[in-house]
C-alpha cells in the first residue's frame, strides 16, 4: 500500500476548499455510478458523437478560470488510510496539501505542456490534458489522526498516508 512514507508538504489549516468526495459511502456510490453507466452510457455516447459532429473531434473547453480535479486511488487497511493522487507533469513545489476541520485540501498548479524543441510556428491541434490550477478536497473520516498526515511526490504520483487513531 503506502508504505513508508516522508513528511513532504506542510500541514495547517486553511478556510478553502468546499468537499467534493467522501471515502466513507465511496463503494456505494461506485455501484450506484456502475448501475447509471449502463442505463446512461449509450445516451452519453450519443451526446459525445453529436458534440464531435457539431463542435469537431478532440474539442475541449478550456477555461482559466476553472480549476481542474486531480483523479484519485483511496485505499485503507487496518492502520491507516492511503490516497493517491495523479499530478503528473506538476512540480512537487507547487502542491499544497493540508487538513482544514475534517476536509483534506489537495490544491496547486500544473503548467501548460509545450514543445520542447519546436523550430517555427507550432499550432495546437488537440489538448486533453489539464493544466493550470487544481483543487480537490475529501471528507476525511472522523477516526483519521490529522497530526500524523505523511505524504510524498513521487514518479508524477502523491501518495497521502492517513493514519487512524490508536
Not at 487538513?99 to 505542456?113: C, E, F, M, N, S
Not at 489522526?145 to 490508536?166: H, M, N
Amino acid at each position: 500500500m503506502c508504505g513508508s512514507i516522508s513528511i513532504a508538504f506542510a500541514v495547517g489549516t486553511s478556510r478553502r476548499g468546499g468537499r467534493q468526495a467522501s471515502f466513507r459511502g465511496i463503494a456505494m456510490r461506485v455501484a450506484l455510478q456502475a448501475a447509471q453507466e449502463d442505463r446512461f452510457g449509450s445516451m452519453a455516447k450519443q451526446m459525445g458523437r453529436w458534440v464531435d459532429q457539431v463542435i469537431g473531434k478532440g474539442f475541449h473547453k478550456y477555461s482559466p478560470d476553472e480549476a481542474w480535479s486531480p483523479a484519485i486511488n483511496l485505499y485503507e487497511d487496518d492502520t491507516h488510510y492511503c490516497v493517491v493522487v495523479d499530478l503528473a507533469g506538476v512540480i512537487a513545489e507547487e502542491i499544497e496539501l493540508h487538513p482544514d476541520g475534517d476536509v483534506l485540501v489537495l490544491a496547486g498548479y500544473r503548467q501548460t505542456p509545450g514543445v520542447s524543441e519546436a523550430t517555427g510556428n507550432v499550432r495546437l491541434h488537440h489538448m486533453e490534458i489539464d493544466h493550470g490550477r487544481f483543487s480537490r478536497s475529501l471528507e476525511l473520516p472522523g477516526d483519521v489522526d490529522t497530526e500524523g498526515i505523511e505524504a510524498y511526490y513521487k514518479s508524477g504520483l502523491l501518495w497521502i498516508r492517513l493514519p487512524k487513531k490508536q
